[in-house]
T-cell receptor, first 112, second 116 residues
């Protein structure tokens, strides 16, 4: 399968713990995006990379969140000191051109 | 600022009847508009996109949408619903920022229910 993959698919953690998610984009896609989707809502844009450069961060991305894309390939999203409000589905997407983003299956985070 | 409003949170139709999912957008620029579908436990899939070419856009699985600038609408239609169409549908606008990013702004979604 050559689609976008995300790991893990599910994560349960206790409040205050740190978590890290990984996204592997479609190979050769230079653009990578992170979104967050809460229950009953559409996905919300978090951040965007072009190659290894993080070009934009949403105001939703508090200072407890950090994302990296070393070497312009896979990306990680880390949440420090998790809160119950962080519980959501975290989606990754990649694209070669702006007009079509391909989404991964998501990582569902539950903070107890 | 760009935004999208999906006018119905739920739509229920009978199998074999037409589907209409309504979407209005707000954009300061000529927008790029998309419809994505999300089946349970599956990733978002692009149905179709409008990027300032033909105003009637054909997508996968028999879906199409018409861009109407005067009405700021981008409604999704299908002539005959199939049971496999049951899913969540998102109307989406792409925005541009000074930093060159092109994140997507999603509507809240319309849950399509197909009655046998």
């Amino acid at each position: 399968d050559t689609g976008v993959s995300q790991d893990p698919r599910h994560k349960i953690t206790k409040r205050g713990q740190n978590v890290t998610f990984r996204c592997d984009p479609i190979s050769e896609h230079n653009r990578l995006y992170w979104y967050r989707q809460t229950l009953g809502q559409g996905p919300e844009f978090l951040t965007y990379f072009q190659n290894e450069a993080q070009l934009e961060k949403s105001r939703l991305l508090s200072d407890r969140f950090s994302a990296e894309r070393p070497k312009g390939s896979f990306s990680t999203l880390e949440i420090q000191r998790t809160e119950q409000g962080d519980s959501a589905m975290y989606l990754c997407a990649s694209s070669l051109a702006p007009d079509e983003q391909f989404f991964g299956p998501g990582t569902r985070l539950t903070v107890l | 600022a760009q935004s999208v409003t999906q006018l119905d949170s739920h739509v229920s139709v009978s199998e074999g009847t037409p589907v209409l999912l309504r979407c209005n957008y707000s954009s300061s620029y000529s927008p790029s508009l998309f419809w994505y579908v999300q089946h349970p436990n599956k990733g978002l899939q692009l149905l179709l996109k409008y990027t300032s070419a033909a105003t009637l856009v054909k997508g996968i699985n028999g879906f199409e949408a018409e861009f109407k600038k005067s009405e700021t609408s981008f409604h999704l239609t299908k002539p005959s619903a199939h049971m496999s169409d049951a899913a969540e549908y998102f109307c989406v606008v792409r925005y541009y920022s000074g930093g060159g990013a092109d994140g997507l702004t999603f509507g809240k979604g319309t849950h399509l229910i197909i009655q046998p």
